[in-house]
Protein backbone atom coordinates (compact mmCIF):
# COMPACT_ATOMS: atom_id res chain seq x y z
CA UNK A 1 0.00 0.00 0.00
CA UNK A 2 1.35 3.28 -0.95
CA UNK A 3 1.93 5.84 1.94
CA UNK A 4 -0.39 8.56 2.49
CA UNK A 5 0.94 11.50 0.44
CA UNK A 6 2.07 14.93 1.61
CA UNK A 7 0.07 18.04 0.21
CA UNK A 8 3.45 19.43 -0.92
CA UNK A 9 4.13 16.05 -3.10
CA UNK A 10 0.46 16.42 -4.74
CA UNK A 11 1.45 20.18 -5.72
CA UNK A 12 4.76 19.40 -7.28
CA UNK A 13 3.21 16.21 -9.24
CA UNK A 14 -0.04 18.75 -10.51
CA UNK A 15 2.16 21.82 -10.90
CA UNK A 16 2.77 20.77 -14.65
CA UNK A 17 -0.77 19.96 -15.45
CA UNK A 18 -2.22 22.94 -13.74
CA UNK A 19 0.21 25.29 -15.80
CA UNK A 20 -1.27 23.97 -19.46
CA UNK A 21 -5.26 23.94 -17.27
CA UNK A 22 -4.26 27.53 -16.68
CA UNK A 23 -2.83 28.42 -20.58
CA UNK A 24 -6.00 26.67 -21.42
CA UNK A 25 -8.22 28.58 -18.97
CA UNK A 26 -6.68 31.39 -20.67
CA UNK A 27 -7.60 30.69 -24.63
CA UNK A 28 -11.50 29.76 -23.09
CA UNK A 29 -11.32 33.13 -21.81
CA UNK A 30 -10.27 34.55 -24.96
CA UNK A 31 -12.57 32.13 -27.50
CA UNK A 32 -15.42 33.59 -25.35
CA UNK A 33 -15.09 37.10 -25.80
CA UNK A 34 -14.20 36.42 -29.22
CA UNK A 35 -17.72 34.71 -29.73
CA UNK A 36 -19.24 37.56 -28.09
CA UNK A 37 -20.00 36.14 -24.83
CA UNK A 38 -19.63 38.56 -21.76
CA UNK A 39 -16.53 38.56 -19.97
CA UNK A 40 -18.25 37.66 -17.24
CA UNK A 41 -20.44 34.86 -18.54
CA UNK A 42 -17.04 33.21 -19.51
CA UNK A 43 -16.02 33.52 -15.73
CA UNK A 44 -18.91 32.35 -14.37
CA UNK A 45 -19.26 29.10 -16.73
CA UNK A 46 -15.88 27.94 -15.63
CA UNK A 47 -16.96 28.58 -12.14
CA UNK A 48 -19.79 26.75 -12.64
CA UNK A 49 -19.56 24.22 -15.36
CA UNK A 50 -15.37 22.94 -14.14
CA UNK A 51 -15.06 20.94 -17.71
CA UNK A 52 -12.97 22.22 -20.27
CA UNK A 53 -14.06 20.40 -23.11
CA UNK A 54 -17.76 20.33 -22.56
CA UNK A 55 -17.37 24.65 -22.40
CA UNK A 56 -15.14 24.40 -25.98
CA UNK A 57 -17.48 22.36 -27.12
CA UNK A 58 -20.67 24.34 -26.38
CA UNK A 59 -18.53 27.38 -27.36
CA UNK A 60 -17.69 25.86 -30.88
CA UNK A 61 -21.63 24.93 -31.33
CA UNK A 62 -22.62 29.06 -30.56
CA UNK A 63 -19.19 30.65 -32.53
CA UNK A 64 -20.38 28.21 -35.58
CA UNK A 65 -24.07 30.03 -35.60
CA UNK A 66 -26.11 26.63 -33.40
CA UNK A 67 -28.87 27.62 -30.99
CA UNK A 68 -28.25 27.82 -26.97
CA UNK A 69 -29.84 24.35 -26.63
CA UNK A 70 -27.93 22.65 -29.34
CA UNK A 71 -24.40 23.88 -27.22
CA UNK A 72 -26.05 22.58 -23.80
CA UNK A 73 -26.58 19.55 -25.54
CA UNK A 74 -23.13 19.03 -26.93
CA UNK A 75 -21.32 20.26 -23.86
CA UNK A 76 -23.87 18.08 -21.55
CA UNK A 77 -23.29 15.18 -24.19
CA UNK A 78 -19.77 14.90 -23.51
CA UNK A 79 -20.03 15.11 -19.97
CA UNK A 80 -21.50 11.82 -19.68
CA UNK A 81 -18.25 10.46 -19.15
CA UNK A 82 -18.22 11.82 -15.01
CA UNK A 83 -20.84 9.37 -14.64
CA UNK A 84 -18.14 6.40 -14.68
CA UNK A 85 -15.76 8.92 -13.13
CA UNK A 86 -18.42 9.53 -10.44
CA UNK A 87 -18.51 6.02 -9.86
CA UNK A 88 -14.91 5.23 -9.74
CA UNK A 89 -13.87 7.74 -6.99
CA UNK A 90 -17.54 7.50 -5.01
CA UNK A 91 -15.16 5.02 -2.66
CA UNK A 92 -12.23 7.36 -2.35
CA UNK A 93 -14.63 10.72 -1.21
CA UNK A 94 -14.83 11.26 2.69
CA UNK A 95 -18.94 11.46 4.12
CA UNK A 96 -22.02 10.80 3.35
CA UNK A 97 -23.81 10.34 -0.14
CA UNK A 98 -24.65 13.84 -0.16
CA UNK A 99 -21.06 15.33 0.76
CA UNK A 100 -19.73 13.21 -1.95
CA UNK A 101 -21.69 14.27 -4.54
CA UNK A 102 -20.51 17.59 -4.06
CA UNK A 103 -16.84 16.89 -4.01
CA UNK A 104 -17.12 14.81 -7.22
CA UNK A 105 -17.92 18.43 -8.64
CA UNK A 106 -14.20 19.25 -8.40
CA UNK A 107 -13.27 15.90 -9.93
CA UNK A 108 -11.35 16.30 -13.69
CA UNK A 109 -10.08 14.06 -16.20
CA UNK A 110 -6.86 15.34 -15.06
CA UNK A 111 -7.13 15.37 -11.26
CA UNK A 112 -8.87 11.74 -11.81
CA UNK A 113 -5.85 10.40 -13.61
CA UNK A 114 -3.18 11.98 -11.25
CA UNK A 115 -5.23 10.08 -8.17
CA UNK A 116 -5.71 6.84 -10.01
CA UNK A 117 -1.76 6.88 -10.61
CA UNK A 118 -1.10 7.91 -7.11
CA UNK A 119 -4.02 5.46 -5.48
CA UNK A 120 -4.51 1.32 -4.74
CA UNK A 121 -6.51 -0.59 -7.86
CA UNK A 122 -9.75 0.44 -7.82
CA UNK A 123 -9.24 3.19 -5.16
CA UNK A 124 -8.10 6.37 -6.22
CA UNK A 125 -6.05 8.48 -3.76
CA UNK A 126 -8.32 11.16 -1.57
CA UNK A 127 -6.15 13.64 -1.03
CA UNK A 128 -4.44 13.78 -4.66
CA UNK A 129 -8.69 14.06 -6.17
CA UNK A 130 -9.24 16.65 -3.49
CA UNK A 131 -5.51 18.63 -3.30
CA UNK A 132 -5.35 18.41 -7.45
CA UNK A 133 -8.95 19.23 -7.89
CA UNK A 134 -8.95 22.96 -5.48
CA UNK A 135 -5.92 23.31 -7.65
CA UNK A 136 -7.04 23.05 -11.22
CA UNK A 137 -10.05 24.46 -10.26
CA UNK A 138 -8.53 27.98 -9.17
CA UNK A 139 -5.74 28.19 -11.78
CA UNK A 140 -8.94 27.57 -14.79
CA UNK A 141 -11.45 30.21 -13.14
CA UNK A 142 -8.02 32.48 -12.68
CA UNK A 143 -7.10 31.83 -16.14
CA UNK A 144 -10.20 32.01 -17.86
CA UNK A 145 -10.44 35.47 -15.99
CA UNK A 146 -7.42 36.47 -17.41
CA UNK A 147 -8.43 35.36 -21.19
CA UNK A 148 -12.00 37.31 -21.27
CA UNK A 149 -9.85 40.41 -19.70
CA UNK A 150 -6.82 39.88 -23.01
CA UNK A 151 -9.42 38.93 -25.46
CA UNK A 152 -10.62 42.57 -26.58
CA UNK A 153 -7.09 43.49 -26.85
CA UNK A 154 -5.99 40.88 -29.19
CA UNK A 155 -7.97 42.13 -31.35
CA UNK A 156 -9.85 40.27 -34.69
CA UNK A 157 -10.23 36.75 -34.15
CA UNK A 158 -9.83 34.92 -37.27
CA UNK A 159 -6.88 36.95 -38.01
CA UNK A 160 -5.13 35.34 -35.14
CA UNK A 161 -6.50 32.02 -36.29
CA UNK A 162 -8.76 31.53 -33.11
CA UNK A 163 -11.50 29.85 -35.19
CA UNK A 164 -9.37 27.08 -36.14
CA UNK A 165 -8.21 26.79 -32.68
CA UNK A 166 -11.60 24.42 -31.94
CA UNK A 167 -11.23 21.91 -34.44
CA UNK A 168 -7.14 21.90 -33.48
CA UNK A 169 -8.73 21.42 -29.32
CA UNK A 170 -11.23 19.03 -30.72
CA UNK A 171 -8.61 16.89 -32.63
CA UNK A 172 -6.18 16.78 -29.73
CA UNK A 173 -8.77 15.35 -27.07
CA UNK A 174 -9.59 13.09 -29.57
CA UNK A 175 -6.32 12.02 -29.85
CA UNK A 176 -6.59 11.25 -26.28
CA UNK A 177 -9.26 8.90 -25.98
CA UNK A 178 -8.42 6.56 -29.15
CA UNK A 179 -7.12 3.51 -26.67
CA UNK A 180 -8.99 0.56 -28.19
CA UNK A 181 -10.48 -0.63 -31.30
CA UNK A 182 -13.90 0.65 -29.69
CA UNK A 183 -13.15 4.03 -29.22
CA UNK A 184 -11.73 4.37 -32.75
CA UNK A 185 -14.96 2.95 -33.92
CA UNK A 186 -17.10 5.24 -32.53
CA UNK A 187 -14.89 8.59 -33.81
CA UNK A 188 -14.97 7.09 -37.19
CA UNK A 189 -18.84 6.07 -36.89
CA UNK A 190 -19.63 9.66 -35.44
CA UNK A 191 -18.11 11.66 -37.97
CA UNK A 192 -19.41 10.45 -40.68
CA UNK A 193 -22.59 10.28 -39.54
CA UNK A 194 -22.10 14.24 -38.32
CA UNK A 195 -21.07 14.75 -41.90
CA UNK A 196 -23.99 12.51 -43.93
CA UNK A 197 -26.65 14.29 -41.78
CA UNK A 198 -24.88 17.74 -42.02
CA UNK A 199 -25.89 19.28 -45.47
CA UNK A 200 -29.65 18.04 -44.50
CA UNK A 201 -30.21 19.07 -40.87
CA UNK A 202 -30.39 21.68 -38.38
CA UNK A 203 -27.08 22.07 -36.44
CA UNK A 204 -27.85 20.07 -33.33
CA UNK A 205 -28.89 17.02 -35.38
CA UNK A 206 -25.72 15.69 -36.80
CA UNK A 207 -24.16 16.00 -33.28
CA UNK A 208 -26.96 13.69 -31.84
CA UNK A 209 -26.86 11.51 -34.52
CA UNK A 210 -22.87 11.23 -33.58
CA UNK A 211 -23.88 10.21 -29.97
CA UNK A 212 -26.21 7.66 -31.07
CA UNK A 213 -23.54 6.18 -33.08
CA UNK A 214 -21.10 6.21 -30.57
CA UNK A 215 -23.65 4.35 -28.04
CA UNK A 216 -24.50 1.75 -30.71
CA UNK A 217 -20.51 1.32 -31.31
CA UNK A 218 -19.34 1.93 -27.96
CA UNK A 219 -19.19 -2.33 -27.20
CA UNK B 1 -25.76 37.13 -27.83
CA UNK B 2 -28.07 38.24 -25.22
CA UNK B 3 -27.75 38.27 -21.35
CA UNK B 4 -30.97 35.85 -20.65
CA UNK B 5 -29.63 33.33 -23.64
CA UNK B 6 -26.05 33.40 -22.10
CA UNK B 7 -27.53 32.73 -18.88
CA UNK B 8 -29.42 30.02 -20.01
CA UNK B 9 -26.71 28.73 -21.49
CA UNK B 10 -24.51 28.72 -18.52
CA UNK B 11 -27.44 27.20 -16.21
CA UNK B 12 -28.27 24.57 -18.68
CA UNK B 13 -24.62 23.30 -18.72
CA UNK B 14 -23.97 23.63 -15.47
CA UNK B 15 -27.19 21.99 -13.97
CA UNK B 16 -26.68 18.99 -16.32
CA UNK B 17 -22.81 18.66 -15.25
CA UNK B 18 -23.72 18.90 -11.69
CA UNK B 19 -26.24 16.11 -11.98
CA UNK B 20 -23.59 13.93 -13.83
CA UNK B 21 -20.57 14.47 -11.20
CA UNK B 22 -23.06 13.68 -8.75
CA UNK B 23 -24.64 10.68 -10.11
CA UNK B 24 -21.89 8.38 -9.40
CA UNK B 25 -21.99 9.02 -5.63
CA UNK B 26 -25.44 9.18 -5.27
CA UNK B 27 -26.28 6.17 -7.22
CA UNK B 28 -23.14 3.70 -7.12
CA UNK B 29 -25.34 1.19 -8.27
CA UNK B 30 -25.68 2.19 -11.78
CA UNK B 31 -25.05 -0.83 -14.38
CA UNK B 32 -21.29 -1.30 -15.73
CA UNK B 33 -23.66 -1.93 -19.22
CA UNK B 34 -24.71 1.39 -18.67
CA UNK B 35 -21.15 3.13 -18.16
CA UNK B 36 -19.23 1.17 -20.40
CA UNK B 37 -22.03 2.64 -23.33
CA UNK B 38 -21.39 5.91 -22.66
CA UNK B 39 -17.70 5.42 -23.03
CA UNK B 40 -18.53 5.65 -26.75
CA UNK B 41 -20.13 9.08 -26.47
CA UNK B 42 -16.84 11.67 -26.04
CA UNK B 43 -14.94 10.07 -29.08
CA UNK B 44 -18.22 9.77 -31.27
CA UNK B 45 -18.65 13.37 -30.31
CA UNK B 46 -15.21 15.12 -30.51
CA UNK B 47 -14.93 13.22 -34.54
CA UNK B 48 -18.34 14.95 -34.95
CA UNK B 49 -17.45 18.53 -33.53
CA UNK B 50 -14.29 18.13 -35.54
CA UNK B 51 -16.19 17.28 -38.91
CA UNK B 52 -18.99 19.56 -38.53
CA UNK B 53 -16.66 22.60 -37.65
CA UNK B 54 -14.66 22.11 -41.00
CA UNK B 55 -17.93 22.12 -43.03
CA UNK B 56 -19.14 25.62 -44.76
CA UNK B 57 -22.67 27.48 -44.38
CA UNK B 58 -23.84 24.56 -46.50
CA UNK B 59 -22.73 21.72 -44.17
CA UNK B 60 -21.10 20.08 -46.81
CA UNK B 61 -16.89 19.90 -45.94
CA UNK B 62 -15.56 23.18 -46.42
CA UNK B 63 -11.99 23.55 -48.24
CA UNK B 64 -10.15 26.54 -46.17
CA UNK B 65 -7.16 27.33 -43.66
CA UNK B 66 -8.90 25.49 -40.78
CA UNK B 67 -8.22 21.95 -42.88
CA UNK B 68 -4.43 22.39 -42.62
CA UNK B 69 -4.60 23.41 -39.14
CA UNK B 70 -6.48 20.05 -38.27
CA UNK B 71 -4.06 18.04 -40.03
CA UNK B 72 -1.22 20.11 -38.31
CA UNK B 73 -3.04 19.83 -35.02
CA UNK B 74 -3.63 15.95 -35.43
CA UNK B 75 -0.08 15.10 -36.44
CA UNK B 76 1.14 16.82 -33.11
CA UNK B 77 -1.48 14.84 -30.79
CA UNK B 78 -0.45 11.76 -32.46
CA UNK B 79 2.75 12.31 -31.47
CA UNK B 80 1.63 12.63 -27.58
CA UNK B 81 2.45 16.48 -27.82
CA UNK B 82 0.56 18.29 -24.93
CA UNK B 83 -2.43 19.58 -26.50
CA UNK B 84 -2.28 23.41 -25.75
CA UNK B 85 0.81 23.44 -28.69
CA UNK B 86 -1.42 21.57 -31.15
CA UNK B 87 -4.26 23.88 -30.51
CA UNK B 88 -1.44 26.83 -31.16
CA UNK B 89 -0.22 25.36 -33.98
CA UNK B 90 -3.23 24.65 -35.34
CA UNK B 91 -4.24 28.54 -35.04
CA UNK B 92 -0.78 29.56 -36.34
CA UNK B 93 -1.32 27.78 -39.45
CA UNK B 94 -4.50 29.18 -39.75
CA UNK B 95 -2.99 32.80 -39.48
CA UNK B 96 0.04 32.28 -41.24
CA UNK B 97 -2.05 31.03 -44.10
CA UNK B 98 -4.81 33.70 -44.35
CA UNK B 99 -2.05 36.24 -43.92
CA UNK B 100 0.28 34.84 -46.74
CA UNK B 101 -2.76 33.85 -49.20
CA UNK B 102 -5.22 37.31 -48.03
CA UNK B 103 -7.90 34.85 -47.41
Known amino acids: ?219 | MAGPLTLGLILGLASLTFVMKAAGPLLPNIPAAITARTAGLAPALLAALVAIELTGPNGVIHLDVKVPAVIVASALAARRVPFIVCVIAGALVAALLRAAFHL
Not at chain 1, 143 to 165: C, E, F, M, Y
Open chain 1, 1 to 219: MPAARSTREILQATAPIALAVFVFGVSFGVLAVAAHLPGWAAVLMSLLVFAGSAQFAALGVITAGGSVLTAIFAGALLNLRFIATGIAVARSLPGGRVKRALLAQIVTDENYALAVAAGEPGRPDRQTLLVAGATLYGVWVLGTLIGAALGPVLGDPKRLGLDAAFPALFVALLWRMLSGRHAVRCALGGAAVALVLAPFTPPGVPLAGAAIVGLWLAR
